[in-house]
């Protein structure tokens, strides 16, 4: 899922205005540590809190239609990860109106800062916003985030890669004022981690929202900089762009930097088809990572989410119905790293379809095979060999 991602990219930042002299020396530092250059100044806005929510609204209008919107609100609801009355849209100005307090809009080139003193967190935050627009300069964020084009898991790997080196960038130009770095071996890498990982709560909304919300915004900072900290351990300072010109495919490769490193990738899985497919037409298709099934599996039992390590690919298919279009079924595919892996994972699908829906009958629950009535009508799900299959609505 990859909409709410794409607007609340900077939520977790808060800075006030910088002199441009003090900006200048920013940037000329993130380019002595990055070996990338500064092309041109950058230009900073400011805005007035009361401006922030209509700014947003603006914003989520020129990046995404309603229909996508539509449709990614459908997939978080038939996958399981939020329930029926969840509004994406509302949730996501929400989110970005009570947490964003300044953020480089990678679209106008421009770094936009509300009105207002950002405490103690000023000078890291101003640091991280200016290493998007260094990035951006050499990179341009707005196109790498696109090449992700309908791999979910791939865009959110894509925003652990720019998130993550700004956060490591960041905590790297504070270590540097205490006569540290990140890269010496100690402990610092990992403490900076887990503060970002830590920045949304004490936001009401935020702390409010979905599991599935929460942990995939926070993912791109936490794990992202620890993704950036190992693969600059291994290719030193050429894995500032290295990053960006070879960019991970999955989330796999975020959660373990030596998949990326060993050039380890995706298995492509297909999702299985509904047999009445000429009373259905295909609406979307995406990716569903080790992330996803990760978040899955906590949120419906946290003693199983570490089967998603066996994660190897995954695929979903969302079909419309042609005549009642408020009739959406979900195809879904996942394939694992061993046959063991796969079966542990089928039995606890089985306890997610029980879960995620107020009612759910099953009708025959073997070994290989479930079938049964739920909230979306009925439903068939498949383990095969290493595969597991469903299909959910039809």
């Known amino acids: 899922m990859t909409i709410a991602l794409r607007l609340t990219a900077p939520f977790l930042l808060a800075v006030m205005a910088a002199p441009a002299q003090e900006t200048a020396e920013i940037l000329a530092e993130l380019a002595a540590i990055t070996g990338l250059e500064v092309k041109s100044p950058v230009i900073e806005h400011t805005m007035k809190r009361e401006e ?28 399981g990860f939020v329930p029926a009355d969840f509004d994406l849209k509302k949730t996501t100005v929400d989110l970005m109106s009570e947490q964003a307090a300044a953020f480089y809009d990678y679209r106008k ?17 101003l ?47 504070t270590a540097k004022k205490l ?16 503060m970002a990982g830590a920045a ?40 500032f762009a290295e990053v960006f010109r070879r960019s991970p495919q999955s989330t796999r490769e975020i959660l373990h930097p030596e998949k990326y490193i ?78 063991k892996y796969a079966a542990d994972f089928f039995k606890a699908y089985k306890e997610v379809l029980k879960k995620k829906w107020t009612r759910c009958e099953f009708t025959e629950d073997g070994d290989s095979r479930v079938v049964g009535v739920g909230d979306d009508g009925p439903f068939v799900a498949r383990l095969d060999g290493k595969t597991v299959t469903s299909l959910e609505g039809f």
């Open 262 to 339: 060993d050039g380890d990738k995706p298995v492509a899985v297909k999702t299985p088809v509904p047999e009445s497919r000429k009373e259905w037409k295909e609406l979307a298709e995406g990716t569903v990572g080790e992330f996803d099934h990760t978040i899955l599996l906590k949120q419906y039992n946290s003693s199983l989410e570490l089967i998603a390590e066996g994660w190897r690919g995954g695929q979903y298919t969302l079909w419309e119905h042609k005549k009642n279009k408020d009739k959406v079924g979900l195809a879904y595919a996942s394939a694992w790293a061993t046959e």
């Open 200 to 239: 949304g709560s004490g936001f009401p909304v935020f702390s409010s929202v979905p599991l599935y919300m929460r942990e995939s915004l926070v993912f791109p900072y936490s794990y992202g900089m620890l993704f950036q900290q190992k693969v600059l351990e291994k290719l030193g300072k050429d894995g």
């Open 52 to 79: 922030l929510k209509e700014y947003f609204e603006e914003r989520i209008g020129d990046v995404v239609k309603p229909e996508e919107i539509r449709v990614e609100e459908l997939a978080l609801k038939k996958l």
């Open 109 to 125: 080139k421009k770094m936009v800062i509300l009105e207002g003193d950002g405490g103690a967190m000023r000078d890291m935050a």
């Open 127 to 173: 640091v991280h916003e200016l290493a998007h627009a260094l990035a951006d300069q050499h990179f341009k964020l707005e196109k790498f985030l696109k090449k992700a084009g309908s791999n979910d898991d791939g865009a959110l790997a894509r925003m652990a890669v720019m998130e993550g080196q700004a956060t490591w960038l960041m905590s790297e130009f």
């Open 179 to 194: 006569g540290q770095s990140l890269l010496d071996g100690g402990p610092m890498a990992g403490m900076m981690s887990r």
